[in-house]
């Protein structure tokens, strides 16, 4: 098996555990996972969610996502703040494609790549990861529930 290859399997395997990841989040319309992997390594992890302290209910009466519920993204790179590691170099494996407040963060953070698997209804948050020399991969996990 090449390089290509091996990067591949282990983008798909960290993809699939930002996924199972996500299954911590109270969040009832959208659940979202984010790895941060260096020197295949995770070193911090996040799922959305409300701040520390706060009651584990996302969204309103009329199923609207409270303002200052944390994106998985934002989670796991204050998470890293917090803790001994350095993201610079990083991988970030997230459910959904980043948000454009979130991709401010993973570039002032100093993670490289970017690897997600669904597709946010905006693409503003790829865009300027795009801009920024970000290297990006979407992959479809449902197109490899075999491998």
Partial sequence: MN???KQHQLDLRYL???RIWAENSYCHRRQVGALVVKDKMI????????PSGFENVCEDDHNVTKPYVLHAEANAITKLARSHNNSTGATLYVTASPCL???KLIIQ???RRVVYGEEYRLSDGIDLLRR????IKFINLTEHESE
Wanted: overall charge negative.
């Fill in 132 to 135: 920024a020399n970000i290297d």
């Fill in 16 to 18: 699939r555990m930002a």
């Fill in 101 to 103: 407040e979130c991709s």
């Fill in 43 to 50: 070193i911090s992890d996040g799922y959305n969610g409300t």
């Fill in 3 to 5: 390089m290509e290859d």
């Fill in 109 to 111: 953070s100093g993670i």
